[in-house]
């Protein structure tokens, strides 16, 4: 993290914390120098000398898995009348074309600053934009992915970046791929070969980031390039994700170039194991649903951006079921908030099932914060205990949403009343990011987002 914060904490006592599934009351977490928790104890009934008090539930850190920063600039302006997942990606594409490496980490400094607002203490930023309009290549061929990294920093959150394979505009009748479009062009490095080798120049050796790669979709990356991407992620033991069946026309281009579903091509290209994670899986036949859970692979769903952009409800229960283990991201940040990502799948799922109660909210936090660090590649961070990293985040129970929680439901209060307005508190490694609701070191976030979202119209 940049220089400049407040020292470390070296405790924390938190009127209530969520612990192993459990609300316990009176808990005193204590940090180390290194950031990480050294000591849990709880029913203690006042802060002790020296620790700072978090009034409210304090939970670990929300893990965001998927977020593509540059679409918080979309928000309002794609909600504007009506039209499909194709006609808002033309929208995209036109503010994608606008931005710099100095406009993106504007940009993505302050978005991720709006993350902090609401909890979340890493990010799965899903990494597209890599050359400059046209495809030319700046003079540092990773300055795009550098801003990311350096605007988690400067926003003091944690971040993975999937650096994320995009090659060409569809499958082509033959699978081959066809060609980018213009405004594709400055996704492309033109083969899997050139990606890997741009892809193993960046640099990630901060304590806040780090790196995996991402096939951005069999649509977008031709099948005899998939397996140069996944060995790449192999070789690191580091995340890879993919979008999955988000279309069902993409589902129906890969029948009709490969005969087979999108999910049978990524296995048999050896894509699927237990550090993938598919994002959205929307549209998927029964035997994808058992590939992606005997692989033991993840799901990462993102239930505001699905119903925003009219995708589908994807079989979330199922996956489970099969074996894949889910997360959460807020993907084209139509919102950003994890605890109306994590009520959303259950109420989907309500809605499509009609039947309530498929995941508990123990389950549902799991999904937020441990699973989705796991997605990630942040196995320490997900848990308050020690030995992880003091990443944690303070929801208030006195806000007209959560006022009359009672300590025993106080979780379901959170994740089934509360939104990204009710956190209070946002530490990362021992120190207050967020503190009272204020963001410590980007301080007006509201104004920031409005002056890189300008600088874009």
Not at 170 to 190: C, K, M, N, V
Not at 326 to 351: F, I, K, P, T, Y
């Amino acid at each position: 993290m940049t220089s400049g914060r407040e020292p470390a904490r070296t405790a924390y006592w938190c009127e209530y914390a969520w612990l192993n599934g459990l609300v316990e009351s009176g808990v005193v977490l204590r940090t180390g120098a290194d950031g990480m928790i050294t000591d849990v104890r709880t029913a203690v009934e006042a802060p002790p000398q020296g620790a700072e008090p978090l009034r409210g539930l304090t939970l670990p850190g929300l893990a965001d898995a998927h977020s593509h920063a540059f679409h918080r600039a979309l928000r309002g302006t794609v909600q504007v009348g009506s039209g499909t997942f194709w006609t808002w990606r033309e929208t995209m594409y036109r503010v994608a074309s606008q931005l710099t490496p100095d406009s993106y980490y504007a940009l993505a400094r302050a978005v991720y600053a709006e993350m902090a607002l609401a909890g979340i203490t890493c990010v799965g930023e899903f990494h597209y934009l890599h050359h400059a309009p046209g495809g030319e290549r700046y003079d540092d061929p990773n300055a795009m992915g550098h801003a990311l990294v350096a605007a988690a920093a400067d926003a003091g959150i944690r971040i993975t970046l999937l650096d994320t394979a995009y090659l060409a505009s569809g499958i082509g009748r033959h699978g081959a791929g066809e060609p980018p479009t213009r405004p594709q062009l400055r996704f492309s490095d033109g083969t899997a070969d050139a990606w890997a080798e741009r892809a193993g120049d960046l640099r990630a050796d901060a304590a806040h980031v780090r790196t995996g790669a991402a096939i951005h979709s069999v649509r977008a990356v031709p099948a005899r390039e998939l397996g140069t991407v996944a060995e790449w992620a192999r070789a690191r033991e580091a995340p890879l994700h993919v979008h999955l069946s988000e279309q069902t026309a993409e589902n129906d281009a890969c029948q009709e170039a490969h005969g087979c579903t999108p999910s049978r091509l990524l296995a048999d290209h050896g894509v699927f194991g237990r550090r993938t994670t598919a994002v959205h899986a929307t549209h998927l036949t029964d035997d994808d649903i058992a590939l992606l859970g005997g692989a033991s692979a993840g799901v990462c769903m993102c239930p505001t951006t699905e119903r925003d952009l009219a995708d589908g409800i994807g079989p979330a229960p199922r996956l489970e079921r099969a074996g894949a283990t889910l997360s959460l991201g807020s993907d084209s940040h139509a919102v950003v908030d994890l605890l109306e990502e994590m009520r959303a799948m259950e109420l989907n799922e309500r809605l499509r099932a009609r039947t309530r109660g498929h995941w508990t909210a123990a389950q549902l936090l799991r999904a937020a914060t441990e699973q989705g660090h796991e997605a990630l590649g942040w196995p320490e961070a997900g848990r308050l205990e020690p030995g992880m990293l003091a990443d944690f985040t303070t929801v208030a129970l006195d806000s007209v949403r959560t006022a009359g929680a009672l300590p025993r439901t106080a979780a379901e209060t959170a994740v089934f009343a509360a939104t990204a307005a009710d956190v209070r508190h946002t530490v990362v490694g021992g120190r207050h990011v967020v503190r009272d609701g204020h963001h410590t070191s980007v301080g007006d976030v509201p104004r920031a987002l409005a002056e890189a979202i300008g600088a874009l119209n």
